[in-house]
């Protein structure tokens, strides 16, 4: 009633709008009228649970809408090629309404040339959950934030070479655990950062996996991961298991360092998935990996621990792809020292006082 009123009124130098009804769910499904005001002079537009269908505004340098209905992306898409200064885009919504896979063919992305600041997060992950990817482009400069819950169907860049472009020069990336259960991949080169939390997923009878990052964007140049687990609770082993550690090491070919800052309990699975399948070193993830660093969390790794990654370093080793340089801040035992020092040519402890 308020905006319906106020609609009435010219507001001809309005240039910050907030719009907010309040509790969640409770949203006016209607398409609201916009206020009665100059579409050049509004430079920020921040909405939550409102279903804007439209937003006839073509000064915007910031725009955020949050929780609510999800906009349709047709009309979205035509706010967007309208403001040409949009310097930050925030959308986090359920989800967005789908249009069609791709652009037609002959229609060129929205170009976004100013956009500083790219965060899409939707709710589900589903195939058209970040289809606006796909009709617009952005410099590589751009900071970019995509946040889904469950499980990849798709490369989310397949559509999108602006991504693609920025995801392609990343080597340095890392992917962290957080007591929510939430996990976080996040480039250390460029700014792109990938947060997915774990759920059910029905079609596959299986929760998020570690990987899911790597499969939402694949990162083909990296080179150096850091992992960070340093928590450990029972039911992790349900998002953190062998097989999804395994499917971690399976998507990135090119790495030459791993730094594992990681509880204990969870260098049984990151040893096992390094070691070699066969005796050969085809069958060998991360076939060029040559250095590891391992920051023990929380208590000190007993002796079995340390023979863990002797045993992965020394089959490693004996199928042709050694680890040159091994890091720890822990001391190694005398007799692990022994053993190790046949399969790994430098290892050095890291006083991290």
């Known amino acids: 009633m308020v905006l319906e009123a106020l609609s009435h009124s010219p507001i001809p130098a309005l240039r910050k709008l907030w719009l907010d009804v309040g509790l969640e769910g409770n949203g006016d499904p209607r398409p609201i009228r916009m206020l009665n005001i100059n579409p050049m002079s509004v430079r920020v537009l921040h909405a939550r649970q409102m279903p804007l269908m439209w937003m006839p505004l073509e000064g915007l340098v910031r725009l955020k809408l949050s929780s609510g209905p999800a906009p349709s992306l047709a009309p979205l898409l035509f706010t967007l090629k309208s403001n040409p200064l949009l310097e930050v885009l925030q959308l986090r919504v359920p989800a967005l309404m789908r249009i069609g896979d791709v652009p037609p ?17 939707v709710e589900k992950y589903d195939s058209g959950a970040f289809e606006i990817l796909a009709h617009i482009s952005f410099p590589s400069t751009t900071e970019v934030d995509l946040h889904f819950t469950g499980c990849t169907s798709s490369c989310l860049y397949e559509h999108s070479p602006s991504l693609q472009c920025i995801a392609a020069v990343v080597t340095q990336a890392c992917v962290c655990m957080q007591p929510n259960r939430s996990m ?23 929760r998020a996996r570690l990987c899911e990052g790597f499969l939402a964007v694949p990162l083909p140049a990296l080179e150096h991961l850091v992992l960070e687990f340093v928590e450990w609770l029972v039911d992790w082993t349900v998002y953190v298991a062998q097989e999804h550690i395994d499917m971690l090491f399976d998507e990135v070919h090119e790495l030459v360092r ?14 096992a ?63 692990v020292m022994v053993s190790l020092q046949r399969s790994v040519a430098e290892i050095v402890f890291i006083d991290e006082v």
């Open 258 to 271: 791993l730094d594992t800052e990681v509880h204990p309990r969870y260098m049984e699975y990151i040893a």
């Open 105 to 121: 063919e002959g229609v060129s992305p929205i170009p976004l040339s100013r956009i500083r600041e790219l965060l899409l997060s």
């Open 184 to 206: 976080t991949m996040e480039a250390d080169d460029t700014y792109l950062s990938v947060q997915y939390d774990s759920v059910v997923c029905p079609e596959q009878s299986q």
């Open 273 to 335: 998935a390094l070691a070699p399948r066969s005796a050969v070193c085809e069958d060998v993830r991360c076939a060029k990996l040559r250095r590891w660093s391992i920051l023990w969390c929380r208590r000190g790794p007993s002796v079995d621990e340390f023979w863990r990654v002797e045993r992965c370093c020394a089959a490693r080793a004996a199928a042709g792809v050694p680890f040159e340089r091994l890091e720890t801040n822990i001391p190694v035992p005398d007799l």
